[in-house]
Every structure is written in structure tokens, then in C-alpha cells.
């Protein structure tokens, strides 16, 4: 049975063993980690007010068993992260699978998945939103057996995971509708059934976010939450891009905006230099999972969700909620807000290249995308893993590429 998952358990294999360098190599906090999530998570085992409740509780409740169970290190705080993110992978191969009833469909989208180098270093470090993707996955993994078999299990699995999701991130919500529209073009129940269904949904999302809360509950009142939920919308609500470090400008605004995803280009962070080498970690996207998925998304995926086909249409609309609706907002817009919609594009692209196969003039156009994208990730592995490099190699490889 798992042999024809192989390509599943080799990426899964290969990747595992990146993490382990990533963890013995980054034994420093780095941005966000050090600043708000790690700190909250220790706030947590020490039984104090958490310093950082902007957001929900949940991820920082689970980066605290981290440490609490593998210490106050590397390991510790990105332990629970990283599994997040493999797991993450297999949820996205479910989805594939499930979606075309493809193995191969499945393998194209792990395959690509797994050679993204902003997915591999946003699942390798302590931030919340791997949590808020693998909660994201799994509903949708819910959502898509619901479809086919609209069972009390599947609603419950789904409302669980939304309920997690949002306990992590507020913009689990973003989910909600998307569900919804699928459910009344695709379900198999009466429109008065869905809306019964979709109170008791409700119920369990919110029971699921409340129990988030219950060490906050413990020495607070049900006053004291909701003046916090208040809080939290309040914060994020005016969050807007002059609060940001002086950011006034159009070209600085930009740097915090959604628009910035259409030529995003890389952020850097030196952990050492010694003797003309340097230790540096780099967030990068591929172009070709990003631009490929948009073009995916744009003339294809219209075309098949016009056609009502249920696979395009199903990737299509929860793409559409994932990223669109941030263009809408005022507040500042960071480029991880689109992770979640990563492993969505890599399916949508894989369904699209697996018309490659029926014409066999055209597999070599599938081959030459994958050795492309395996070799970029190759060539940026360096700046994965902090693996110490000379200081020149950085412009040489942005040069070439």
C-alpha cells in the first residue's frame, strides 16, 4: 500500500532530515520568535499574563508544552511547529488525492510543496501561523469528505478544526464562508438542513475557541475575555500602515500590503559571520509555485469553476477567500498571511499539469518544471539551513537567477 506513496515518504524523508540541520544550526531566537510567540509561550509555564494576546491562545499554549517537554532550546521551541508542518504535508497530499483521485496529482503537489523554500522555513521556526495552516488543512480535509458524505463525524471534524484554527488566528474565519458557498453549489442536503447543520457548527467552533481560554479562565471572569476578544479586534483592526515603524509613503506602504505579494523579494537574517563565510537565513518564495499558481488560478481554475468541475471549484473558491479579501483591508498585510493558500496552489497546479501526461510531446515540459523548481530549492538550501557559506554566494545566486 505504501509503495505508491513513494514520493510522499521520500519528501517527508528528506525534509525531516533539513529540519534536524535547521534546529542544530538556528539555536538563537530570530525575529518574531524572540519577540512576541516564545516569550508568550513562557508566560504560560510561568503562570503569568501572557505578554503577547493580540492573538488567540492556542499556538502559544502548544510552542509551551514544546519547551516544557524538550526544554528551553532550539528544539523546544520549533519541536510542535515542525511537526505542524509535516503534518501539513500529508493533509495537502490527502487533499490532492481526494480531490483528483490521483496518486500522481497527489505526488506533483507534495513534490512541489516540499521544494518551496518559504514553506520549508515557515514551518521550520516558533511562529503561529504553521498552527493556523495545519488546523486550516484539516478542516479542509473535513470539508471535502463532508461533501462527499455528509456524515455528523465529517461536520464535527470540520467545525473542530475551524474551531482550533480560529483559537490560533482569527483569520480561520476566512474558511467559514468558503465552506459555505461550496456546501450549498456542491452539498447533498436541502437548504434547510444546511442552515440546522450550520448553527450546530457554530456551536462547536465556538465551544472549541472558548476552552482555548481556559487558563485564562482560571484566574479571570467571562468579562475579562470578552474585553479582551475587544481588545484584540481593536488592535488588528488599527493596526494600519503609519503605526508601522513611520511607514507615510506609497513605495514604504507597500511594503506592508498585499500588492507586495505580486513582487515580494527576500528578507535576510545573519546569524554569524567568521573568516569571509557567513551563516545567513533567507525567506524566499518560489516564482514558479506563486506566479504559477495565480496563473493557475486565473486561466484555468475560472474556467473549471464556470464548468463546475468540482476539484478546480473547490481549490478555487477557498484560494479566492485565503488571499483576496486582504486586498480589501486597511490594516498592514504581512506576505506569511498567504501560507495557508501554498499548498492549495501547489494542488491546483498539479491538477493542471497532469493534462501534460496525455500528451507525451508535452512531459518533458513537466519535467523540466520539476528539476527547475528542485534545483532552485537546491541552490537556496544554504540560506534553509544556515549552512555557513562564503559572503559573495548570495548576489552570485540572485545574479544568476
Known amino acids: 500500500m505504501l509503495r505508491k506513496h513513494w514520493v510522499l515518504i521520500l519528501i517527508l524523508g528528506f525534509t525531516i532530515i533539513l529540519k534536524i540541520i535547521f534546529v542544530i544550526n538556528v539555536k538563537d531566537l530570530i525575529w518574531d520568535e524572540h519577540a512576541y510567540y516564545i516569550p508568550a ?66 505526488s506533483l503537489a507534495i513534490f512541489l510543496l516540499g521544494f518551496e523554500p518559504f514553506w520549508f522555513f515557515s514551518s521550520s521556526i516558533a511562529y503561529l501561523e504553521i498552527f493556523l495552516v495545519f488546523f486550516s ?29 480560529l483559537a490560533v488566528k482569527w483569520s480561520a474565519a476566512l474558511l467559514i464562508p468558503a465552506a459555505l458557498i461550496l456546501i450549498i453549489i456542491f452539498g447533498k442536503e436541502k437548504f434547510f438542513t444546511i442552515i440546522k447543520k450550520g448553527f450546530l457548527s457554530l456551536l462547536i467552533v465556538g465551544s472549541i475557541y472558548v476552552i482555548s481560554y481556559i487558563p485564562f ?35 514604504q506602504k507597500l511594503v506592508y500590503s ?20 557567513i551563516s545567513r ?42 488571499i483576496f479579501p486582504w486586498f480589501l483591508v486597511k490594516r498592514v498585510v504581512y506576505f506569511y498571511y498567504l501560507l495557508t493558500a501554498i499548498p492549495l496552489l501547489t494542488i491546483l497546479i ?45 548576489g552570485w545566486l540572485f545574479g544568476l537567477l
Open 217 to 251: 479562565l482560571l484566574s479571570h471572569s467571562i468579562s475579562d475575555l470578552l474585553k479582551l476578544q475587544a481588545y484584540i479586534y481593536n488592535f488588528h483592526a488599527n493596526l494600519t500602515f503609519e503605526g508601522v515603524a513611520g511607514y507615510y509613503s506609497f513605495t
Open 281 to 322: 537565513l533567507a525567506i524566499v518564495i518560489n516564482p514558479m509555485v506563486f506566479y504559477g499558481g495565480l496563473f493557475a488560478f486565473f486561466f484555468y481554475g475560472i474556467k473549471g469553476f464556470l464548468k463546475r468541475d468540482f476539484a478546480v471549484s473547490f481549490l478555487v473558491i477557498i484560494i479566492a477567500f485565503l
Open 41 to 106: 509561550a513562557k508566560t504560560y509555564l510561568a503562570g503569568i499574563v501572557d505578554s503577547n494576546p493580540q492573538h488567540p491562545p492556542l499556538g502559544k499554549e502548544i510552542l509551551a508544552l514544546g519547551i516544557s517537554l524538550f526544554g528551553d532550546n532550539s528544539l523546544g521551541w520549533r519541536f510542535f511547529p515542525i511537526l505542524a508542518g509535516l503534518a501539513s504535508m500529508v493533509i495537502t497530499y490527502l487533499i490532492a488525492w481526494g480531490l483528483s483521485k490521483r496518486v500522481l496529482v497527489a
Open 137 to 165: 488543512l484539516l478542516a479542509m480535509l473535513f470539508l471535502l469528505r463532508y461533501l462527499e458524505n455528509p456524515s455528523l463525524v465529517n461536520l464535527v471534524g470540520f467545525s473542530v478544526s475551524i474551531g482550533a484554527g
Open 350 to 394: 498539479s491538477i493542471y499539469l497532469n493534462k501534460f501526461l496525455v500528451n507525451k510531446k508535452r512531459i518533458w515540459d513537466l519535467y523540466a518544471i520539476l528539476a527547475t523548481n528542485g534545483v532552485f530549492f537546491i541552490l537556496l538550501l544554504p540560506y534553509l539551513v544556515a549552512i555557513p557559506i562564503p559572503s559573495w554566494y548570495l
Open 258 to 277: 498585499p500588492f507586495r505579494w505580486l513582487f515580494t523579494g527576500i528578507d535576510t537574517y545573519d546569524l554569524y559571520k567568521h573568516n569571509g563565510t
